[in-house]
């Protein structure tokens, strides 16, 4: 999330504090400066950079004057830092990932400014998402203490396809998506009933993939429950291309049954 514009100023000024008496009294030179992350956790090779929608965007860059506004027309410069990576329209900020993987670093300039450099990662197209371990399974609660049953998935890339067999690789990075289909209308994150939850405990519908292209969330009947739990709750996972079609991943969406039972660890 990108900072404030008093926290932005803040940090300007502290740099600024030891030199530059031109800032301090023209209100229209630029102040700050601030390169926003991209809004999805990658981009896949060979790609340019999306939102979450599917459609391309470039990187978005805040520039402040000292009336603290916002320059909108202000020549900013953008460049990679890890050429070998990514190619970045040094005008438009579009990214564009070559044929490798990996994580590059952008920065962007405007003026005498230049920005904190932002991490862009390009991973492996996904061609395959499958469940790790059970996908109808019990989970037995007792009140007054967090009882949980966690569920797996591993989105991988078929680096050789049509060859039947072949060994998948695992792609990291990549957004996965879990919804609570059954009971209809479940909320996620509500601590006096059933959740699904991160591993901070933490209502969550979204995961990561992590080095080895796994992802995870769990069904927690909290401590705090206050609601008779439903019998069963059934999760259904997806994960979908990065393009404006946004079709699914094979084997999405991976549905897991959990039946909600009283008594035992």
């Not at 404030?4 to 030179?29: F, H, I, K, M, Y």
């Not at 340019?48 to 978005?60: A, E, K």
């Not at 991490?119 to 399974?137: K, M, N, R």
């Not at 080095?211 to 019998?231: E, F, I, N």
Request: glycine content about 8%.
């Amino acid at each position: 999330m990108g900072l404030s514009r008093q926290a932005l100023l803040l940090a300007a000024l502290a740099v600024w504090s030891g030199g530059c008496t031109e800032v301090g009294t023209n209100p229209d030179a630029f102040l700050a400066i601030e390169l926003q992350a991209p809004t999805l956790p990658s981009m896949v090779q060979g790609d340019t950079l999306r939102d979450s929608t599917g459609v391309p965007v470039p990187l978005r860059v805040t520039v402040l004057n000292g009336r603290n506004d916002t320059v909108t027309d202000a020549p900013v410069r953008f460049l990679a830092l890890d050429t070998g990576i990514v190619a970045v329209d040094s005008v438009t900020g579009l990214v564009t990932a070559r044929d490798t993987t990996g994580q590059a670093r952008i920065i962007a300039s405007a003026g005498a400014l230049q920005s904190a450099p932002v991490s862009v990662i390009v991973t492996l197209s996904p061609d395959s998402l499958q469940a790790l371990g059970a996908t109808d399974d019990t989970l037995r609660y007792s009140l007054g203490v967090d009882s949980s049953r966690t569920l797996s998935l591993r989105l991988a890339h078929d680096s050789t396809p049509g060859v039947p067999g072949d060994s998948l690789v695992p792609v990291p990075a990549y957004l996965v998506r879990f919804a609570i289909v059954a009971p209809a209308g479940f909320p996620i994150g509500d601590s006096t009933q059933v959740m699904l939850v991160d591993d901070s405990r933490r209502g969550s519908a979204l995961d990561t993939t992590d080095a080895q292209g796994s992802a995870s969330r769990r069904v927690l009947v909290p401590r705090t429950l206050a609601v008779a739990p439903p019998d069963s709750l059934v999760i259904e996972a997806t994960a979908v291309r990065q393009d404006r079609a946004r079709s699914a991943v094979p084997g999405s969406p991976v549905r897991f049954v959990v039946h909600i039972r009283a008594g035992g660890p």
